[in-house]
Structures are given as structure tokens and as C-alpha cells.
């Protein structure tokens, strides 16, 4: 098992920046891929920025130039780091983990990022 745990998040105005965190730990070494999630109200979840295992990223187009993936493999922390902020990011965004041979999926919390104009 994988278990996530989330930080940061919050309210901001468009333009600014807030800094998310996601602590994994369990079966980290398991995991194949790590990143962020977002589902806006009445949405589908959608992927924002996510790791690979060999430290391949992959952005959403919407994200993409603004938004900065990382991670730091001692501490099993992805990090999610969003500048340039606008209304549309709006969301609860989820830490998400594929792990183990059959692809096994875990979901952080969530947290809230709310962006106004």
C-alpha cells in the first residue's frame, strides 16, 4: 500500500503563486509514477504534472510554462510549485500514486486552490 499525504493550498489572487507538497510513504518504493491532480466542480479529475519513475515529467497544456513539477526521492515528496495563477486553476487538486505490478492507484486528501480574479 501507498499512502499520500497533501499540504498547502489555499486562496490567492490571479497572478500569484502557492507551493503544494505530497509526503508518500508505505510501499514507495513501488511506485512507478507520482504527481498532481485536479478536479474543478462539475469536472472530471484531470492530470496536471506528473514523475515518472526514471524522472520523466508531463505537464498539461494548461500548466504548462507556469507550473513546476520536482521532487526530492529521500524524503518520497513531489512537490507541485504554481505561479502565475488564474481563476480557471480553481480546484481541489489530489496527490496521485500508480504503484505495484498491476498498476495499483492511491489518492491523497485533496486540497483546495482557489484563485481569484
Known amino acids: 500500500q501507498v499512502q499520500l499525504v497533501e499540504s498547502g493550498g489555499g486562496a490567492v489572487q490571479a497572478g500569484g503563486s502557492l507551493r503544494l507538497s505530497c509526503a508518500a510513504s508505505?510501499?514507495?518504493?513501488?511506485?512507478?509514477?507520482m504527481g498532481w491532480y485536479r478536479q474543478a466542480p462539475e469536472k472530471q479529475r484531470e492530470l496536471v504534472a506528473t514523475f515518472t519513475r526514471e524522472g520523466r515529467t508531463n505537464y498539461a497544456d494548461s500548466v504548462r510554462g507556469r507550473f513546476t513539477i520536482g521532487r526530492d526521492n529521500a524524503e518520497n515528496t513531489v512537490y507541485l510549485q504554481m505561479n502565475s495563477l488564474k481563476p480557471e486553476d480553481t480546484a481541489v487538486y489530489y496527490c496521485g500514486a500508480i504503484w505495484g505490478a498491476y498498476a495499483n492507484r492511491s489518492w491523497g486528501q485533496g486540497t483546495q486552490v482557489t484563485v481569484s480574479s
Open positions: 508505505g510501499s514507495t518504493a513501488s511506485i512507478n509514477a
